[in-house]
């Protein structure tokens, strides 16, 4: 498939940042992410979260996921940037029935809470809020490649917030996926969209093939806290395209 069909038809308009204008919907051109779910107690997340219409998935009565994706946007409308996002995913005004992401299909378009968001540089910070008042804020944030796994590292402030490896995998082609961010701007859920292209990418339930570590960056504290369990899911994404879109909804609190 021709590189520019994902976004053939998608028109763009100008959003201003700062002294200067960028593009929405963002185009990313080039990209690749790893992304780990990991379980995460129930009533410990639930504190976390900035409203009671906020359910996240139970895959127990006493559990839930948090997400953390690494990503490198090596070819953006804003440059080349690298990313990390820790969110939870959630239903909203109802309360997920059990085992959703286990013997039950979650959404089939995700919405994800997004509790902190580092990125590696101040244009990808700056329009990030203001397409959506997105967690954002400067990290160092390095990956490297071996023969068999990726490695990402986290830092800010000098201290380690958290370092991720994935094991490299054997791809097969996956459809278009769709995630619904969400972020909290005053009294209101801002609501915008991630649309990733086809692509190939790896899956593993085999917790051999990540390796997580927190630090002792506040956030790293703050994720140790929460005594996130095993790895469910792990993927391994190394290349594709993807498009953000602005706000198209917000809730109340």
């Known amino acids: 498939m021709p590189e520019t069909d994902f976004f053939k038809g998608v028109r763009q308009a ?61 070819d953006s409308d804003i440059g080349p940037y690298n990313a990390v996002s820790i969110g939870v995913p959630f239903v909203l005004d109802r309360a997920s029935p059990l085992f959703t992401g286990i013997l039950r299909k979650p959404p089939e378009v995700p919405m994800i ?38 490695h990402c590292k986290v830092d800010a402030e000098g201290r380690s917030i958290l370092s991720l490896s994935g094991r490299k995998l054997d791809l097969r082609t996956v459809p278009r996926q769709r995630v619904h961010p ?17 692509s190939g990418a790896g899956t593993s339930k085999k917790r051999s093939d990540v390796r997580l570590a927190f630090g002792d960056h ?31 909804e917000s809730y109340r609190l």
């Open 14 to 74: 100008s959003l201003p940042v700062g002294t200067r204008q960028a593009p929405v919907p963002l185009f990313y051109r080039d990209l690749a992410y790893l992304g780990v779910y990991l379980l995460a107690p129930l009533a410990k997340v639930k504190r976390l979260l900035p409203s009671e219409r906020m359910h996240p998935y139970r895959l127990t009565p006493w559990h839930c996921i948090v997400t953390i994706t690494a990503s490198q946007f090596k």
């Open 113 to 150: 809470y997004l509790f902190h968001l580092p990125v590696s540089s101040e244009i990808a910070q700056a329009t990030g809020v203001e397409v959506a008042n997105y967690p954002e804020f400067l990290a160092d944030i390095s990956f490297a490649n071996d023969d068999q796994w990726v």
């Open 182 to 198: 969400i972020t909290l701007q005053q009294d209101r859920l801002l609501r915008s969209e991630l649309n990733y292209s086809e």
């Open 218 to 248: 506040p956030i790293g504290l703050k994720l140790k806290e929460l005594d996130l369990g095993r790895m469910l899911l792990y993927q391994y994404y190394p290349a594709g395209r993807a498009t953000l879109s602005p706000v198209s």
